[in-house]
């Protein structure tokens, strides 16, 4: 059964998400600097991930699912819980 909050998110998000556990990372557009993170689940429009450590993230970021650099995503950032965030995928052109 899932929890109130899970089925509060998916509402809110108007498109089914996956659960899953996928390591990745946000490259910080300022210095290159990679802040570890777990991905929690996904959907069209976004994901939930973990920071494994504490980290200032800024308002958008790439979201890099390979340790290559080759698979990204650019993201804003929708929402924080302690290390825990909500992010929003973008369109490169999006302002």
Same mark, same amino acid.
């Given at each position: 059964?899932?929890? %109130? #909050? =899970? &089925?509060?998110? /998916?509402?809110?998000?108007?498109?089914? !998400? /996956?659960?899953? =556990?996928?390591? &990745?990372?946000?490259? &910080?557009?300022?210095?290159?600097?990679?802040?570890?993170?777990?991905?929690?689940?996904? =959907?069209?429009?976004?994901? %939930?991930?973990?920071? #494994?450590?504490?980290? $200032?993230?800024?308002?958008?970021?790439?979201? +890099?699912?390979?340790?290559?650099? +080759?698979?990204? %995503?650019?993201? +804003?950032?929708?929402? %924080? !819980?302690?290390? $825990?965030?909500?992010?929003?995928?973008?369109?490169? $052109? $999006?302002?």
């Amino acid at each position: 059964m899932r929890s %109130r #909050r =899970s &089925l509060d998110q /998916r509402d809110q998000r108007g498109t089914a !998400r /996956r659960d899953l =556990s996928y390591p &990745l990372a946000i490259e &910080l557009p300022a210095d290159g600097r990679l802040l570890p993170c777990m991905m929690n689940d996904i =959907s069209k429009g976004g994901a %939930r991930v973990t920071l #494994r450590e504490d980290g $200032e993230v800024p308002d958008r970021f790439v979201l +890099r699912l390979d340790n290559a650099g +080759r698979a990204t %995503r650019q993201c +804003r950032l929708v929402w %924080r !819980r302690g290390n $825990e965030l909500g992010v929003a995928f973008i369109e490169p $052109e $999006e302002p």
